[in-house]
């Protein structure tokens, strides 16, 4: 069971190596509130230049993948499942703020493991 698990790690971990281009229609910071049992999500606008980093469209800074930035977010989305708060951002919102496939798919598998550290207890850091 254990090299099970250590596979799926490692196959996890590989992945999130991979370069992507990032979604011109912005980002998102994830975050679960235990007290209010809820998971949220933060939109961010971005433009991406033409090295392909993401630009404050304020400031013309780019915007670090790490480490603590003061932005202001455009939007805050909540819900209580990973489902509910994928319909509200995906089917509710128009125009949805994702521009790419790999987004939503990166998003959802983001909110079921904020689900998860949600129902178990255990620490949420988003990848």
Known sequence: ????LDDLTAID???SQR???LDPSGYFIIYIDRNERLIYAKHFTNIIDERGLSVDPE???VIPARGKV??????????????????????ET???????????AYLGREFVRAELA??????????
């Open 13 to 15: 971990h590989k992945l």
């Open 94 to 104: 128009q125009p949805c703020p994702i521009s790419f496939f790999n987004h939503a």
């Open 19 to 21: 370069h992507i281009d």
């Open 59 to 61: 400031t013309g800074k």
């Open 118 to 127: 949600l129902v178990s207890g255990q620490e949420y850091i988003q990848d």
């Open 70 to 91: 003061e932005r202001t977010h455009t939007t805050v989305y909540s819900g209580r499942t990973a489902k509910e708060l994928c319909v509200k951002i995906f089917e």
């Open 1 to 4: 069971m254990n090299l099970l």
